[in-house]
């Protein structure tokens, strides 16, 4: 266990070191898959991304312009990934069953698996950004950003990798999912949302001043009877804007939602100062 | 431990107490068998389950090698006909799941607060294929369904969390590792966990254009070759096994039975490629000696390591030099082996499949051999266990899995004590 986690007997509570959300329509995704990466952000080995899917290209936008926006240099190689993208690798796999359908096996991509399944988006981060901590994809459906938040604080609390400083949860979803052709062609141009969050355990008073963020983020679980499952309510929109008004300190200091099997995430401000780090060398822009 | 690539945390450290996390229900789906008695009398008696199936034009081979599972039945308590309605994922989802949970025998009323993780790489992607195969069109229209992993929660009456993992082919490993953490956060008194994964037409053809499958093509009993310097890629196979995990004081309080203990995990990301290991094992070893100090076990106390190795060229290399970097001097004691030469690749289900192998491998006190480990390839320098069974020790032994995009996972299973 990390004992640095703020853990009590069913609640486990992180600070969210940086965060993002993004929407980019699909017809955008394209021109995304080459654009630079945002000032500050490290950068991508070229073409990396000319296989990925769709929520892969938004999910590493999301996760660079957080790294960017982040007021530190965080130690990225000791971060692990939790990804929860909705429905990943469709307009892929449509695509490749049309194509099948016509020519059989020899027309399968062998992109399709490593690109395309429920892994991709935390693999493809990973790899880009030479992280070492653990990394897995998450739910794949409907309550994707529930599953998600549930897995990343306890992979963040287990004892796994207890070299693993920061978790960065992403999700991804389609506003509305597309429509597509007979041979896989979208109908529609909906656009993909993307939110990134670090999670960084809390700091004890004699680290040294490692908490950078002014959120804090818990889970409890509810003793039984459970609660409904459900994804936190307003989805992932509106849990981005309520992050968004606890790190600006507004009006909103503490907003909670259920979370799949009776549970509760609670989000909070928790005012502590930013203390800065040195630019690690990947930092492009950097004093 | 330093994450940037030190070593120096390969020493066993010191770990907080806590409480043991026992194993009291367990199953599985698997081309050796679909009870753990059949599938650990075929692992000891050195049987392959690949066979070859004549393919459909489709297919990138005429004769396709697979090890596939025989056939599998609706569980107690589910109405067969229901089962019969569900597609193949989710009946070799939901049949060892049913049944892990019946082997644990929670009393009628009297069971936990209980969650589910579910181990599965591409159910989406299955789902749609198999869809479109019977002549369906869900893979292209705007909709999104429930996931498998609340539909399985619905149907074996999980009200606790319930999530889907991925790690390619560490996915169901994951799922145990997490499983294990919620225990542990005290989110659960007990947690379901496991995964599975199915033969497919497209995977199939994804993983042969990849060049990750063997491209044998004379006795399929012969292909999977892990560590043999004639290895030339794995053979796909489908299955996996589901868990029951209870925090041992509780376990006991219930008066369950323990199957073992779940006594460490691992886990670390390569950061190298999207679908090759690294070539500098670091990482890997950095998973390995993260589940021995979690479990608080010296790499002289190890007596199996279930290997990951597929029989990939670049992956069973890898993953031999993680196994001597991270147990060092005690390399040469301890005997290694890889079923994948019997079982074949599950996939997404190959992790808690192989997890239930070291569970085997305690109960019988023998190790499973490593088929067509007919000539070791000297860059693999372990002590493999080639063609037969070893009577062996094993109280304690070690599982690796590791996946697409550099996935590092090693699990500590230990005798129940």
Same mark, same amino acid.
């Given at each position: 266990m990390n004992d640095s986690a703020c853990r009590s007997r069913s609640g486990l509570g992180f600070v969210i070191g940086s965060h993002a959300f993004l929407e980019v329509r699909l017809a955008d995704i394209g021109q995304l898959r080459d654009r630079a990466a945002p000032r500050g952000s490290p950068l991508l080995p070229p073409r990396f991304l000319r296989h990925a899917d769709e929520h892969t290209v938004v999910g590493m936008q999301v996760v660079l312009t957080a790294l960017a926006a982040h007021p530190a240099a965080p130690r990225i190689a000791s971060h692990g990934i939790v990804a929860a993208p909705c429905q990943p690798g469709r307009i892929v796999g449509a695509k490749t069953l049309a194509e099948f359908g016509r020519g059989g096996g020899v027309t399968v991509s062998p992109h399709v698996v490593p690109q395309c399944s429920l892994h991709s988006v935390a693999g493809a981060v990973s790899v880009a950004l030479g992280m070492h901590g653990p990394h897995l994809g998450v739910g794949g459906g409907p309550e994707a950003l529930g599953e998600g938040l549930l897995v990343a604080a306890a992979l963040l609390a287990?004892?796994?990798?207890? *070299?693993?400083?920061g978790v960065w949860l992403v999700a991804t979803e389609w506003d509305e999912e597309p429509g597509l052709d007979a041979q896989g062609v979208p109908l529609t141009n909906p656009a993909c949302r993307g939110l990134a969050l670090l999670l960084e355990p809390v700091a004890k008073?004699?680290?040294?001043?490692?908490?950078?963020?002014?959120v804090s983020f818990d889970i409890r679980m509810t003793k039984p009877p459970h609660g409904p499952r459900l994804?936190?309510? *307003?989805g992932l929109v509106a849990f981005a804007r309520a992050i968004g008004m606890c790190r600006e300190g507004g009006a909103l200091a503490s907003w909670a939602v259920a979370c799949p099997g009776g549970g509760e995430i609670r989000i909070s401000s928790r005012f502590q100062p930013a203390v800065s780090r040195p630019a690690e060398p990947w930092m492009r822009g950097a004093a | 431990m330093d994450a940037g690539g030190g070593m120096s945390g390969l020493k066993a450290q010191s770990r907080p107490e806590r409480e043991p996390v026992m194993i009291t229900g367990m199953a599985a789906v698997s081309p050796l068998g679909n009870t753990c008695e059949a599938i650990a009398d075929n692992l000891f008696a050195g049987r392959s389950g690949v066979t070859v199936v004549e393919a459909d034009p489709t297919a990138r081979t005429p004769r396709q090698f697979v090890a596939a599972v025989a056939g599998v039945g609706a569980p107690a308590g589910i109405d067969p006909a229901d089962f019969a309605q569900l597609n193949r994922l989710e009946q070799m989802c939901l049949a060892p799941a049913a049944c892990a949970l019946a082997d644990a025998r929670f009393e009628r009323g009297g069971r936990p607060r209980l969650g589910l993780v579910l181990g599965v790489g591409a159910e989406h992607l299955k789902t749609w294929e198999l869809d479109y195969l019977a002549g369906g069109s869900l893979v292209f229209e705007p909709r999104r369904d429930p996931s498998l992993v609340h539909r399985l929660a619905s149907r074996l009456g999980i009200d606790g969390p319930a999530v889907t993992v991925a790690a390619a082919c560490a996915s169901s490993g994951y799922a145990l590792a997490l499983a294990r953490s919620w225990l542990e956060s005290g989110w659960v008194d007990a947690c379901l966990a496991g995964g599975c994964d199915i033969l497919s037409p497209t995977s199939l053809a994804a993983f042969y254009n990849l060049r990750a499958?063997?491209?044998?093509?004379?006795d399929p009993t012969k292909a999977?070759?892990?560590?043999?310097?004639g290895r030339d890629g794995f053979v796909m196979g489908e299955g996996g096994a589901f868990f029951v995990l209870e925090q041992r004081d509780k376990a006991v309080a219930r008066g369950a039975r323990l199957r073992g203990e779940l006594a460490g995990v691992g886990m670390s990301s390569d950061g190298a490629h999207m679908v090759i290991p690294s070539s500098d094992p670091v990482q890997a070893a950095r998973a390995i000696s993260a589940a021995l100090t979690d479990a608080g076990?010296?790499?002289?106390?190890?007596?199996y390591v279930n290997a990951h190795a597929a029989g990939t060229p670049v992956g069973d290399v890898a993953e031999a030099n993680a196994i001597r970097l991270a147990l060092s001097g005690a390399t040469d004691g301890v005997p290694v082996s890889s079923t994948k030469s019997m079982s074949g690749h599950l996939v997404s289900g190959a992790a808690a499949f192989e997890a239930l192998v070291c569970l085997a491998a305690i109960d019988r006190q023998a190790v499973p051999p490593t088929l067509n480990l007919d000539e070791p390839d000297p860059a693999c320098p372990l002590d493999h266990v080639p063609h037969v069974a070893r009577s062996h020790p094993v109280e304690v032994a070690l599982s690796n899995s590791f996946g697409f995009g550099g996935s590092n996972l090693c699990l500590v299973l230990r005798r129940a004590a």
């Amino acid at each position: 266990m990390n004992d640095s986690a703020c853990r009590s007997r069913s609640g486990l509570g992180f600070v969210i070191g940086s965060h993002a959300f993004l929407e980019v329509r699909l017809a955008d995704i394209g021109q995304l898959r080459d654009r630079a990466a945002p000032r500050g952000s490290p950068l991508l080995p070229p073409r990396f991304l000319r296989h990925a899917d769709e929520h892969t290209v938004v999910g590493m936008q999301v996760v660079l312009t957080a790294l960017a926006a982040h007021p530190a240099a965080p130690r990225i190689a000791s971060h692990g990934i939790v990804a929860a993208p909705c429905q990943p690798g469709r307009i892929v796999g449509a695509k490749t069953l049309a194509e099948f359908g016509r020519g059989g096996g020899v027309t399968v991509s062998p992109h399709v698996v490593p690109q395309c399944s429920l892994h991709s988006v935390a693999g493809a981060v990973s790899v880009a950004l030479g992280m070492h901590g653990p990394h897995l994809g998450v739910g794949g459906g409907p309550e994707a950003l529930g599953e998600g938040l549930l897995v990343a604080a306890a992979l963040l609390a287990s004892g796994g990798d207890p *070299g693993c400083t920061g978790v960065w949860l992403v999700a991804t979803e389609w506003d509305e999912e597309p429509g597509l052709d007979a041979q896989g062609v979208p109908l529609t141009n909906p656009a993909c949302r993307g939110l990134a969050l670090l999670l960084e355990p809390v700091a004890k008073p004699d680290d040294g001043g490692s908490v950078v963020a002014p959120v804090s983020f818990d889970i409890r679980m509810t003793k039984p009877p459970h609660g409904p499952r459900l994804h936190p309510t *307003g989805g992932l929109v509106a849990f981005a804007r309520a992050i968004g008004m606890c790190r600006e300190g507004g009006a909103l200091a503490s907003w909670a939602v259920a979370c799949p099997g009776g549970g509760e995430i609670r989000i909070s401000s928790r005012f502590q100062p930013a203390v800065s780090r040195p630019a690690e060398p990947w930092m492009r822009g950097a004093a | 431990m330093d994450a940037g690539g030190g070593m120096s945390g390969l020493k066993a450290q010191s770990r907080p107490e806590r409480e043991p996390v026992m194993i009291t229900g367990m199953a599985a789906v698997s081309p050796l068998g679909n009870t753990c008695e059949a599938i650990a009398d075929n692992l000891f008696a050195g049987r392959s389950g690949v066979t070859v199936v004549e393919a459909d034009p489709t297919a990138r081979t005429p004769r396709q090698f697979v090890a596939a599972v025989a056939g599998v039945g609706a569980p107690a308590g589910i109405d067969p006909a229901d089962f019969a309605q569900l597609n193949r994922l989710e009946q070799m989802c939901l049949a060892p799941a049913a049944c892990a949970l019946a082997d644990a025998r929670f009393e009628r009323g009297g069971r936990p607060r209980l969650g589910l993780v579910l181990g599965v790489g591409a159910e989406h992607l299955k789902t749609w294929e198999l869809d479109y195969l019977a002549g369906g069109s869900l893979v292209f229209e705007p909709r999104r369904d429930p996931s498998l992993v609340h539909r399985l929660a619905s149907r074996l009456g999980i009200d606790g969390p319930a999530v889907t993992v991925a790690a390619a082919c560490a996915s169901s490993g994951y799922a145990l590792a997490l499983a294990r953490s919620w225990l542990e956060s005290g989110w659960v008194d007990a947690c379901l966990a496991g995964g599975c994964d199915i033969l497919s037409p497209t995977s199939l053809a994804a993983f042969y254009n990849l060049r990750a499958l063997s491209r044998r093509d004379d006795d399929p009993t012969k292909a999977s070759r892990p560590f043999d310097r004639g290895r030339d890629g794995f053979v796909m196979g489908e299955g996996g096994a589901f868990f029951v995990l209870e925090q041992r004081d509780k376990a006991v309080a219930r008066g369950a039975r323990l199957r073992g203990e779940l006594a460490g995990v691992g886990m670390s990301s390569d950061g190298a490629h999207m679908v090759i290991p690294s070539s500098d094992p670091v990482q890997a070893a950095r998973a390995i000696s993260a589940a021995l100090t979690d479990a608080g076990v010296s790499p002289a106390e190890v007596d199996y390591v279930n290997a990951h190795a597929a029989g990939t060229p670049v992956g069973d290399v890898a993953e031999a030099n993680a196994i001597r970097l991270a147990l060092s001097g005690a390399t040469d004691g301890v005997p290694v082996s890889s079923t994948k030469s019997m079982s074949g690749h599950l996939v997404s289900g190959a992790a808690a499949f192989e997890a239930l192998v070291c569970l085997a491998a305690i109960d019988r006190q023998a190790v499973p051999p490593t088929l067509n480990l007919d000539e070791p390839d000297p860059a693999c320098p372990l002590d493999h266990v080639p063609h037969v069974a070893r009577s062996h020790p094993v109280e304690v032994a070690l599982s690796n899995s590791f996946g697409f995009g550099g996935s590092n996972l090693c699990l500590v299973l230990r005798r129940a004590a």
